[in-house]
DNA sequence: AAGAACGTGAGA
DNA sequence: TCTCACGTTCTT
């Protein structure tokens, strides 16, 4: 059966090793298609599923947004390509990732402060997001469960969406062994699809279940915030509004909670006035809010230690703007790229 | 201008 | 106290 599927997850593998996962699903969770994964094989699946959403919402995102800008949609891939070629060999061999990024405190762990749009609801929702490879967690890394994570858990998205849509020749692909004979590799017409699973692979011949996309996509939220979709639908709202009244790019960020009618985000690099210039959070409903994964290879992923920096994918949109940048908002792709998954 | 390094706010 | 990551400054 798993023979067919271009997917392999990390408890494709028999158990026979018998780790325990360090995660343990809180009854409270908000994910009950995510938990016990690893029992179920469905419910895996699903992970998969919200994975490959997550790289091909990004990736309908870069081309809409840097289409004219790079020659390839994805901005990175280029380098990324550049870059990891020669680790991915090593990384299906070895036991530990090529890469000395921490993927396992990446991956593992809650991502961090999200625009939840109201100035008192503080990410409550968050213990619920990362459903997937919540079992490495820590810095305890078993060395059974470095594979799967350098091979599986970056390489197998990151696969199924660069070997298509992107200007890689086959040759060039370093993940043909994980692309399906029958997907030609220049198929970037895929990413057009606006609302679908542009970046889905075809799963040999598993037909994707309806009702695991409805679930998965609405209870994935807006990504790592782990709210449900009326909440997004509310927090993008709240940031339309917000954006009108304020005239700020603050994103819904809390501008009342610092008692800021400027919204503290107006204060730029330079803005003398001396107030009280908080850090603005990530949005948490644009595509690279979404991403859960850490990409591994980037610049920021790999000088994680001294950068200091979130994975160049994940960088939210809003925050790559200038503070005094308002205009952009509407159109800013990352709410309405939001909602397409919705409708 | 872009990227790297650093300081430090924020949350757990 | 620790980690994450935004904002600033420095470097290339
Ligand atoms: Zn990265
Ligand atoms: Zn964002």
Redesign the pocket.
């Known amino acids: 059966m798993s023979s067919s599927v271009c997917m392999e997850t990390p408890h494709a593998h028999g158990h026979t090793h018998g780790h325990t996962h360090n995660y343990n699903p809180t009854p409270g969770r908000d994910f009950p298609l995510q938990i016990d994964s690893c029992v179920n094989p469905v419910l895996d699946y699903s992970a998969q599923m919200e994975r490959y959403r997550s790289f091909a919402t990004f990736y309908k995102n870069s081309t809409a947004a840097a289409a004219a800008a790079a020659a390839t949609p994805f901005p990175q891939t280029a380098k990324i390509a550049r870059i990891a070629t020669p680790l991915f060999p090593s990384a299906r061999l070895s036991a530990m990732p090529p890469w000395p990024c921490?993927n396992a405190?990446?991956w593992g762990?809650?991502?961090?402060?999200v625009n939840v749009n109201g100035p008192h609801t503080?990410?409550t929702g968050?213990s619920r997001a990362e459903p997937v490879n919540m079992h490495m967690s820590g810095?305890h890394i078993p060395q059974d469960s470095a594979l799967p994570m350098g091979a599986d858990n970056f390489l197998s998205p990151l696969a199924a969406e660069q070997c298509r849509g992107l200007p890689v020749t086959g040759a060039e692909c370093m993940n043909r062994l994980k692309c399906p004979p029958s997907v030609p590799p220049g198929g970037a017409g895929e990413a057009d699809r606006s609302g679908t699973f542009g970046g889905m692979p075809p799963l040999g011949g598993l037909s994707l279940p309806p009702g695991v996309i409805v679930m998965t996509t609405l209870h994935s939220g807006a990504g790592s915030s782990g709210v449900t979709m009326s909440d997004s639908a509310f927090q993008i709202a709240n940031v339309a509004a917000d954006c009108q009244h304020s005239g700020s790019s603050c994103s819904g960020s809390p501008a009342a909670l610092n008692g800021n009618a400027n919204g503290s985000?107006s204060?730029?690099?330079?803005n003398g006035s001396g107030a009280a210039?908080?850090?603005?959070?990530?949005c948490g409903v644009c595509a690279p809010c979404r991403r859960r994964i850490n990409c591994g290879v980037c610049?920021?992923c790999r000088?994680?230690k001294?950068?200091?920096?979130?994975c160049k994918f994940?960088?939210?949109e809003e925050?790559k703007k200038k503070?005094g940048s308002t205009m952009e908002r509407a159109p800013s792709a990352g709410a309405a790229d939001t909602f397409r998954w919705f409708f």
């Open positions: 921490d405190m990446l762990r809650k991502p961090t402060a503080h990410r968050m810095k985000c204060s730029g690099s330079s210039k908080r850090k603005r959070k990530r610049s920021s000088n994680r001294t950068g200091h920096q979130i994940r960088k939210c925050l503070p």
